[in-house]
């Protein structure tokens, strides 16, 4: 049973959205601030947090950035339909998605599974050895999808699952072009609608951490209205 994290000072959707994903097998774990959501994470990790931007004690942002200094768990946003800054802003620091106030609580369980599918893809070995699972390496790039680790040049890059996955999408045929609408497929399921800014922001986020191990990366090339193409040191 997967544990998730839910973090909103807005008790109507604490206890609306909690009894939905309680119904839908989830252990839930609320809370109404930042604060009391990081200091129970420090002592114990849920497997995925969903939490509101607009906190007191301390905001979605700050407390994205501290989770992301110790796991890759998949995150999602709640985000409101003025917080459009805010969405780009969440994607760049290591946010997996996010979901527009008001939605539907059924779309919200929808990517939920949907991420921790692909978190289950990705860290266990219980998946079928394919070109997908195999550790992949081009040139000073090297991925273990079973193991979720990716290392340049001998040094390791955390990365989050939709990270992960754009970055095999573009490596496993260097010098091919992936179009966005093909990024979307490789990381979203069918039944979340992604705009090209999604993509976009993952992509940036993800150059900006394997600069953080090697400020000359450019293997991730953009083709400006087509899509981005990984080229082979």
């Not at 929808?110 to 195999?134: H, N, S, W, Y």
């Amino acid at each position: 049973m997967a544990r998730i994290a839910l973090v909103d000072d807005d008790r109507n959707i604490l206890t609306s959205v909690s009894m939905t994903l309680e119904a839908e097998g989830f252990e839930v774990e609320t809370y109404n601030d930042g604060q009391s959501a990081y200091d129970a994470f420090t002592r114990r990790m849920p497997d995925m947090a969903v939490l509101d931007i607009k906190m007191p004690r301390m905001d979605g942002m700050d407390l994205l950035q501290r989770i992301r200094l110790k796991t890759s768990m998949p995150v999602i946003f709640l985000t409101s339909k003025d917080d459009e800054i805010d969405e780009v802003l969440g994607l760049r620091m290591g946010a997996d998605d996010y979901v527009k106030k008001p939605f539907s609580q059924r779309l919200l369980v929808e990517r939920i599974r949907a991420l921790l599918r692909r978190q289950d893809a990705i860290v266990t070995g219980e998946v079928a050895v394919t070109e997908e699972t195999k550790i992949m390496e081009r040139g000073h790039l090297r991925m273990d999808p079973l193991r979720h680790s990716v290392s340049w040049k001998g040094l390791d890059v955390s990365l989050t699952v939709t990270e992960f996955m754009l970055l095999q999408a573009l490596a496993q045929r260097p010098g091919f072009v992936k179009s966005r609408d093909q990024l979307m497929d490789v990381a979203y399921d069918d039944q979340v609608y992604v705009d090209d800014r999604t993509i976009d922001s993952h992509i940036k986020r993800l150059r900006k951490k394997m600069r953080s191990v090697d400020d000359e990366f450019s293997a991730i090339e953009t083709l400006y209205g087509i899509g981005y193409r990984y080229n082979e040191a």
